[in-house]
């Protein structure tokens, strides 16, 4: 740590702490051992707990602390403590790295599908063999949520059994399976072997051993005694899907260097890319120990994120990043919306995705995301959206209106946060607070109605704007400190209805789109809401890399864990914000190359 | 013993599930001779409804919203979202007032979690552990102690569904874990079970015991190579175990622990013989929430008369889910019309969506009732325990929450009453109750109980 960081890390640590009038005036009046508003409190206020230091630093870099309304100190004071906060951090991370740990992965639902394809060439419907994998942190593929239970285990035994009979009687799957045919009886087990050495080589992600091969052909032989060839490899086939091998992505201990072995680098790449298993060039990268040279490691980060593979990016991450399975849940009134269809809501799930993909493919400014001038449409999404002139079910590029750039004028994003009947700019604006700024709002107090659910639209002759129920109770003082922050983003998307089709009045009240970022920022519409996202860029892109290595490890993020995330926004600073870079910053990471388990932390 | 009575038509119940009522198809699953032996084995079915109910508001209370004015027998149900259930008033036993304090907050951060929290609790009656991790705690729940007790004697112990996905997004936060949200069975403290929401699975987990295949000679050769495969396992994983790092052949330990009751349950169903057919199979997952449900419902009366598992958990909803249910008569989701105001006029809409979820209830005892178990039927034989963990939602309290149980529970109720608890009895005491009621009288306590209640009041 430089001098000048050190002096400012005194005047800070002296100011947070709770003897000092600045902290006194500013923090602790809320944030007391007493009250703890936020569940924090910064009496006594240790520099070392990285935990609280980390929301520290998050609050004040998103300018959400003091709150709006009250007294706060000048920006560059703030600024001054917020960079000496990062800086201490930073340094004492630097000195003793905690890449962190999770146990073992295993293939879930999605996974699952995809090994199956792509070793079967068979698509099957995993919904109807296994259970739901429970989602943490946002994701579907967190390690140490990934139980057992018994009905997981049928699950997995009763998929082996449909697949195998599957796989031997469909004709692309025998096309794959059966590189050989027994030309005589002798040749039965020459070509059992053959096939199965491809089989397990594949299934067990190039870890597979002699041994493995030895009793997949036991299985072979039980199958085959009495019965066919085909019923043998059927057999055979079986077991090796229920392979711990196959099921697990087990990952050997690691050396004293705490790196995971190269085979298992490689995995974690590919299913971090691709959602699926390495391909031969990277196992052979893997197997000829090139993954170690940083060179040659970029090189494959570089072609796989080219390859078409690497669209699991935009179905996988960005689909749960943006919470886009919530589209399934919104039905809207068929009185309200007589032209929406079902199939809108896959238009607009394709659209993002597409439009993901795109930033992707291009290597992007991810700020594009918001930004852009272009979607993906086909005809029935344009119509739905009011635009005229593109013909077809093909989705295309197109040039797209101004309240249209970017995820926020996408039907995906505004419906999944609507009701059946009507917007909802508290689930609008919690969204962009929590799926964006990565800062969620607080849970409502009890014993607070449902803010928007206390007025009625009509009353009378009178009808009332969703905008205009909101507001006449955030007068209630119990709601208004929160409801103040979130729903302003909410109210900027207002001339979105619950559709995402573009509108002008809402229940006969001229729409009114002007909402007050809690910084005092005012936005008008679309146009206003992507330019304070601009101006709170740097908790945009915080908040992504945060995402991105959530999916990318199987782990939720921690506060150990905040310097790693802020070396990968900086890197990507220095080039261009480009998507990529945010990939390789991730990969490049200790948390993502290497496994702390927790005995050694101890030691 | 497994013995059909007549040729069961494979359609009738591939039709039946979820549309019709496929009586004839239970009938023909009846065993001619289980009879007499299963006169007590009491089935239990534990559902939760999310969100509270209207009654259980100050004004929903004076109305009568959800339990019946006058105190034990003779209680009339016209004013109450029980309605529907007037036919089989018989076999009710209300439980009124009595409240869910491990659902509330115990420590500042907690407050403003009742939504994530509460499905954890209320069939455990234990307060969750505020976690995101795999450090999970609540406590065990009624169904899988029961389970755990009696369920030894099927091939499968216990079985978990629900109606709902698990994969909201945000729909799950403020520091707990989804999993708090996504089961209410818990075979220990620590141990939350996953529940199943696709009919086919549930069709599959059922029947599957006795082996896929058409015939019983295919059934009974590959439970052979299932059986040939898990025992494979328990060596090759040991072999595995030794490559890998200490955590990680913990978590391996856990899978051959699962592993084994596989193979316990592929043993369990070698000792009886397979029904000679088995019905066809579900197609796939309903969109309409009463088709949904009855779906299920369908596959749990087979299940019963079948004997394959005696005990059931079964989620109907999710926490702040914004499900709207246009067959209620009233089209507003569910979440944001459980937040009613305190208006008068709001909680009555709110009492139309209790009404529509208790009104799918009559056609689940209407099947057991004309199945033959014993002397009696299996609603006899049955007890089935409906409630909800929130009591006012619009609050997010857990007070008066809405609570009943249906069935005669092998005699150990004799129904017909509403009985009202002292106030704040938690309803662990019920639990309690019901448990020693069900064949466990030893229990001491379960969850917070502090007693026990009369259920025959």
Known sequence: ??????????????????????????????????????????????????????????????????????????????????????????????????????????????????????????????????????????????????????????????????????????????????????????????????????????????????????????????????????????????????????????????????????????????????????????????????????????????????????????????????????????????????????????????????????????????????????????????????????????????????????????????????????????????????????????????????????????????????????????????????????????????????????????????????????????MQGPSGLRDALSAHQDLVLRNLAERMMTYATGRRMEASDMPAIRAIVNGAAKDGNRFSSFVLGVANSAAFQMNQPPLSKAQ | MFLTQKHLDRRTLLRGLGAAVALPVLDAMTPALRAQEQAKNVRLVCIEMVHGAAGSSAIGIKKNLWSPAKIGRGFDLAPTSLRPLAPFQDYLTIVSNTDVPSAEAFEIREVGGDHIRSSAVFLTQAHPKRTQGADVEAGISIDQVYAQRMGQATAIPSMQLCIEDVDQGGGCGFGYSCIYSDTISWASATQPLPMIRDPRIVFDELFGVFGSGSNAAERQARRAEERSILDWLMTSVKRLQKDLGAQDRTRLDDYLANIREVERRIQKAENVTAPREIPAPPRGIPVSFSEHVKMMFDLQALAFASDITRVFSFKLGRDNSNRTYPESGFKGAFHPTSHHGGKEDRILDFAKLNTFHISLIPYFLEKLKNTPDGDGNLLDNTLLLYGSPMGDSNEHNHKKVPFLLAGRAGGALKGGVHIQAPNETPLANVMLSVLHGIGMPELNEFGDSEGVLDLNG
């Open chain 1, 1 to 522: 740590m430089n001098r000048l960081a050190l002096v400012a890390l005194t005047l800070m640590t002296a100011a947070l702490s709770a003897q000092t009038p600045w902290s006194a005036e500013y923090c602790v009046g809320c944030h007391s051992a007493q009250r703890k508003i936020g569940g924090l409190s910064l009496a006594g206020f240790n520099v070392d707990n990285a935990e609280v230091v980390e929301k520290v630093i998050l609050k004040l870099r998103a300018g959400m602390m003091p709150p709006p309304g009250s007294r706060r100190p000048a920006k560059a004071e703030l600024d001054t403590i917020v960079e000496a906060l990062e800086s201490k951090m930073d340094s004492a991370a630097a000195v003793r790295p905690n890449p962190g740990w999770r146990p073992f992965q295993r293939l879930n639902r999605s996974d699952y599908g995809r090994a199956i394809h792509d070793l079967l060439g068979l698509d099957v419907d995993v919904t109807a063999l296994l259970p739901a994998d429970t989602v943490s942190g946002g994701f579907d593929n967190i390690a140490d949520v990934q139980t057992f239970s018994p009905i997981l285990m049928t699950g997995y035994l009763r998929a082996a059994g449909q697949i195998a009979r599957l796989a031997v009687t469909n004709p692309k799957a025998k096309r794959l399976l059966f590189t050989c045919r027994p030309a005589a009886p002798s040749r039965e087990t020459g070509c059992a072997q053959r096939i199965l050495q491809a089989v397990t080589t594949a299934a067990y992600r190039g870890t597979a051993t002699p041994k493995d091969l030895e009793d997949a052909l036991a299985f072979f032989k039980k199958g085959r005694d009495g019965a066919s060839f085909d019923n043998g490899i059927r057999l055979a086939l079986q077991s090796i899907l229920m392979s711990p091998r196959f099921l697990f992505r087990l990952e050997s201990p690691m050396d004293s260097t705490l790196r995971v072995s190269d085979a298992a680098l490689a995995s974690r790449l590919s299913y971090f890319i691709w959602g699926a298993a390495p391909d031969i060039e990277l196992a052979k990268a893997a197997a000829s120990g090139a993954l170690r040279t940083p060179k040659d490691f970029e090189k494959q980060v570089r072609r796989l994120l080219a390859d078409r593979n690497s669209e699991a990016l935009s179905r996988r991450f960005a689909t749960q990043w943006l919470r886009l399975q919530d589209l399934d849940k919104v039905i809207p009134d068929d009185a309200l919306f007589p032209k929406y269809t079902s199939e809108i809501a896959k238009l607009m799930r394709r659209e993002t995705e597409l439009f993901f993909d795109s930033v992707v493919r291009e290597d992007r400014n991810v700020m594009d995301l918001f930004n852009a001038r272009y979607s993906y449409w086909n005809e029935a999404l344009a119509k739905h959206y009011g635009v005229a002139g593109i013909a077809g079910s093909a989705f295309r590029r197109v040039p797209v209106p101004d309240e249209r750039r970017g995820l926020l004028g996408q039907g995906s994003v505004l419906m999944s946060t609507s009701l059946s009947d009507r917007t909802s700019p508290v689930l609008r604006g919690k969204w962009i607070l929590e799926v964006l700024f990565g800062t969620p709002p607080p849970p409502p107090p009890p014993n607070v109605p449902s803010l928007d659910e206390t007025a009625r639209a009509v009353r009378g002759e009178k009808t009332f704007s969703t905008r205009q129920r909101i507001e006449e109770h955030r007068r209630n003082p119990a709601c208004s400190s929160c409801h103040k922050v979130i729903d302003p983003p909410g109210i900027a998307l207002e001339n979105f209805d619950a559709t995402g089709a573009w509108r002008t009045s809402d229940n006969k009240v001229l729409v009114d789109a002007l909402g007050e970022l809690y910084d005092g920022t005012k």
